[in-house]
């Protein structure tokens, strides 16, 4: 279906949470004050690399208005934190690795106090060689990051003889790849509200995609029980992956502590983007092979990431572009290896596409040149080559079977772009494609590429799911989760699916996720995840709970059991002839139902895990959600300025529950892929960020948008599919690369193999124009 | 340290007469959100690229992270919180078309995003798409990619078109 408004129905409805967003009501967690509030600063490094030689706080802690200051030596549990591997202090002991390492932190009465106290700490350095590049960092002769070396993981996959093979093949094409550093540039940066209670216990409000993770995190720093912590992480002004790290909590935390007040932490954008994660920025070697009529053989990769100073997750990152870097297509021979190193530079970490980006581009890249080497039509090459629903996955492993690949490359081949790019097939139709009303100088050109994308976490990683659904004292349908809403729509998806269920309003639902508190453990907001879980989730606890409350309206009513149902504000009588209504009267009120609860007989809960393959492949996925998409540039060849004019999506994830959330999302993603490709690096010189803001790092605007982005959704899924709908969050991000530089080559025959696109290999000598351009 | 002297600021914001002592650096900005707890103007570059804290000060969009307590002193200001409809109650129109059309996700640039939009709708009522862009160049948003945006200022043109219509006289 194309995703629009029109074609919606009713289920186009306006977010549960938007009111309060458009009247700029909504209290996000970082607009959050508190009476005797303090306000908390991070003092970071100076140097990318250094030891630490002597700290001295103290005239920090004797300045006017300054109420506490806290080093390494404040913290009384693990002073580590990483979502995966805990391998980042909270506050340095003794050694910096990058220019975002914390080494004290200041909670003072404003703002402007605790930043001039900043200045009042002595850290005296030695400072040591700064690892820039991933391949220096592997050296003998390079400092070690890390007591374990510089290698953070490697990885490997090989069946076949892959450099045998690729001697034997008629075409092999190999280039190398690399992708930008990539930042979430989330509207909101980091920060938060963390309250001491009278109680004693600890209140954090601070935005992330799994409250129960910081929790345990931060009980871990602090050497408490989880339980005396609650964290308050949801509403979220953007994450995309960027906020599942702990980033502020650590300090805020133990500012509050010790100074007993309420702490603001909120981090300024230069902060911000010295400290947060980016995406890996990834080196990917690609040798690809095929016969003489097209058909692939053999695949050699290679992949470097460079996962900064810290782990973070960079080793399921790995693992996930591993897998992703030998696409949907069919191999007899394979031999990937990738490695991810320590260096001085940025945190690289999770990312909307979790490395699925950078592994996506290589791979159709490779696909398009091979179709050009061999005079075929990329979409028909890839056709050729594709895997089919009965194999394996791409780490050989059973995954569960869909026609999602096929469905995407038949209805890209059918749709208006990839029809235009068909009819340029007849040389004489490319000038159709140069507007006759641009300039000479105006190249156009388009490109397609297609995406198969994990969800999930992967096998023989902990994935728990589960929620709670309960009738509340008000009389509502509560359902809990720990996910969290940092934007995606997720509050409107779980309402869509309530009232699908349950047949009820808006008004009868009460939908509780983000306060460790009052959730039950459901796992986190990742990896494409949440939609799919809830799903789950409210499919098994449906039954329990629409027995309980229809045999309590029963036993308070005597209607028969088989003639009630739940609907608009409380249960009906329904009465059927031969299955069809006759008539529908109106029964008691969920409020009424709830005020004769005895205990929790009205709560329901479910634990399970996110389906998995049974086969042993640390990190294999065996859901996957698919995606094509063509994408028509126009490039200026005088300026090497690219324009993206047209795309279009489609994505077969199973029902879009939420289309106004799927649109949104598919748009999304595909205009942060824009970025991507175009314009998005933060630039590191020695370990130094230059591009520090807004100003230098260049997220597109309104004004880079394409006049056109058709998203059309491929709902079919097997019948009896026990896993329902797919989340989507991250496929709109993974293809659109390779289809505008796919497009590029069209349109001034340039291969690109870096991105950002650099301008300056698309520009071309007034008047050298004519011979350029390749004609398919 | 030694206390910045303050000056007696005042302006009107959101139609309410408003004034209070601050540093004559202190940026409008601040003031808002910490002073009046106006907080759904919101703080993310801070250097006037972004747009979330846009605010009309009379009449027109500025970024309130690049003004100054002093350059705006006897202003009309007007934030997210002054926007509405016919009545206080009601949405703005074109609030509502940022609802009806998924014209966020996040929310975090919403309020700039529609500030501007009034501002461009006062400025030009039936906007096309060019001038659309052009009226929101300075508002970033990192979870729409604008599609949604760009139907969202459409329908509020309409929106507003449609109201600023006199009444459909009722006959006999």
């Known amino acids: 279906m194309l995703l629009n408004r029109q074609n919606s129905g009713e289920r186009w409805r306006k977010r549960r949470d938007g009111k309060e967003k458009v009247t700029g009501e909504l209290r996000y967690l970082t607009d959050m004050t508190a009476e005797g509030m303090l306000y908390g600063r991070v003092l970071r490094s100076s140097h990318p690399h250094a030891r630490i030689l002597s700290l001295d706080t103290s005239a920090a802690e004797n300045h006017e208005g300054v109420v506490a200051v806290i080093t390494h030596r404040d913290v009384p549990g693990l002073n580590r934190f990483g979502i995966a591997v805990p391998d980042q202090p909270a506050l340095c002991e003794d050694t910096v690795r990058y220019i975002g390492d914390a080494i004290a932190a200041v909670a003072a009465i404003t703002p402007e106090i605790a930043a001039y106290a900043l200045s009042l700490i002595r850290v005296e350095y030695e400072v040591m060689e700064t690892i820039t590049d991933p391949m220096r960092a592997l050296e003998d002769t390079a400092p070690r990051l890390h007591p374990q070396g510089n290698v953070l993981h490697r990885t490997q996959v090989k069946h076949g003889d892959a450099a045998r093979a690729l001697q034997n093949c008629a075409y092999v094409v190999k280039e190398i790849y690399s992708t930008p550093r990539q930042m979430h540039a989330y509207m909101e940066t980091e920060g938060g509200l963390f309250i001491p209670e009278p109680d004693g216990r600890l209140t954090v409000y601070a935005p992330t995609q799994h409250g129960y993770k910081d929790r345990m995190q931060i009980a871990r720093i602090l050497d408490w029980e989880e339980e005396r912590i609650r964290v308050i992480s949801s509403p979220i002004g953007g994450s995309f992956g960027g906020k599942d790290e702990l980033n502020v909590q650590p300090y805020g935390s133990l500012l509050a502590l010790k100074s007993g007040r309420p702490v603001k932490m909120h981090n300024s954008r230069m902060e911000s983007v010295r400290a947060g994660l980016k995406r890996h920025p990834m080196k990917i070697e690609m040798e690809t092979g095929m016969d003489e009529h097209g058909r692939l053989k053999a695949h050699r990769v290679r992949i470097v990431a460079d996962t900064g100073a810290y782990a973070t997750l960079g080793a399921p990152v790995l693992n996930f572009a591993t897998e992703h870097c030998m696409g949907p297509y069919r191999w007899e021979h394979m031999d990937v290896e990738g490695i991810s190193v320590y260096t001085n530079n940025g945190v690289s970490g999770e990312f909307r596409g979790f490395g699925g980006n950078q592994a996506i581009f290589a791979m159709e890249g490779q696909m398009d040149r091979l179709a050009e080497l061999i005079g075929m039509d990329p979409w028909e090459f890839r056709m050729l080559n594709r895997r089919y629903p009965d194999d394996p996955g791409p780490l050989q492993q059973e995954i569960w079977r869909t026609n999602g690949l096929e469905q995407v490359m038949q209805a890209l081949a059918q749709s208006s772009l990839w029809q235009r790019r068909r009819a340029m097939s007849d040389p004489s139709a490319y000038d159709f494609l140069s507007d006759a009303s641009s300039p000479p100088w105006i190249k156009r050109g388009i490109g397609a590429a297609l995406a198969m994308h994990g969800a999930g976490l992967g096998y023989g990683i902990d994935d728990p799911a589960g929620g709670r659904l309960s009738l509340n004292a008000a009389g509502q349908i509560e359902a809990a989760f720990s996910y969290e809403e940092f934007g995606q729509g997720l509050i409107t998806t779980l309402e869509i699916m309530l009232m699908d269920l349950f047949h009820c309003t808006s008004e009868d639902i009460s939908i509780v996720i983000g306060d460790t508190d009052r959730v039950p453990h459901s796992g986190s907001s990742t990896a494409s995840r949440s939609t799919t879980m809830a799903w789950m989730g409210l499919q098994r606890l449906k039954n329990p709970f629409l027995q309980a409350i229809l045999q309590k309206a029963h036993d308070m009513t005597g209607i028969p059991l088989e003639q009630l149902t739940t609907g608009e504000q409380g249960i009906w009588q329904v009465t059927l002839e031969d299955d069809t209504e006759v008539s529908r009267e109106w029964v008691i009120s969920y409020r009424e139902i709830a005020a004769e609860a005895q205990g929790n007989e009205f709560t329901f809960d479910t634990k399970f895990s996110y389906p998995t393959t049974p086969d042993e492949v640390v990190g294999g996925h065996f859901l996957y959600t698919y995606a094509a998409v063509a994408a ?67 997220i597109p605007g309104i004004q880079d948008m394409h006049t056109s982005l058709e998203v059309e959704a491929i709902e079919d899924l097997p019948e009896n599919d026990p896993f329902g709908p797919r989340g989507i969050g991250e496929i709109g991000s993974v293809a659109l690369a390779p289809a505008i530089t796919a497009a590029i080559r069209q349109a001034t025959g340039t291969w690109v193999t870096q991105l950002p696109v650099a301008r300056d290999q698309l520009i071309r000598p007034a008047g050298v124009w004519q011979q350029e351009g390749v004609r398919p | 340290m030694t206390k910045t002297t303050g000056i007696q600021w005042q302006a009107v914001v959101n139609g309410k007469a408003r004034e209070i002592e601050v540093p004559p650096s202190r940026r409008l900005l601040d003031i808002l959100r910490e002073d009046l707890d106006l907080t759904g103007t919101k703080i993310s570059c801070e250097i006037g690229r972004c747009g979330a804290c846009m605010v009309l000060i009379d009449g027109e969009p500025m970024n309130s992270c690049l003004m100054m307590a002093y350059q705006c002193a006897g202003s009309e200001i007007t934030t997210i919180e002054g926007l509405h409809g016919e009545t206080a109650e009601e949405l703005h129109p074109i609030q509502e078309a940022f609802l009806e059309e998924g014209g966020f996700q996040c929310g975090y640039c919403t309020p700039g995003m529609i500030i501007s939009t009034k501002a461009l709708l006062d400025r030009i009522p039936q906007p096309g798409e060019q001038e659309i862009k052009e009226g929101l160049c300075g508002n970033l948003c990192r979870c729409t990619g604008y599609g949604g945006i760009m139907r969202a200022v459409e329908s509020a043109a309409d929106k507003c078109a449609y109201r600023s219509l006199p009444s459909p006289v009722v006959g006999p």
């Open chain 1, 632 to 698: 028509e540039v126009e490039v200026n060849t005088l300026s090497g300025h690219v324009r993206l004019l047209d795309t279009y999506h489609t994505v077969a994830a199973g029902p879009a529950i939420n289309p106004m959330g799927f649109i949104g999302q598919i748009e999304g993603g595909s205009v942060m892929a824009l970025g991507f490709t175009l314009t998005e690096d933060a630039v590191m010189e020695e370990g130094h960020y230059m591009t520090r803001n807004m100003d230098t790092y260049m």
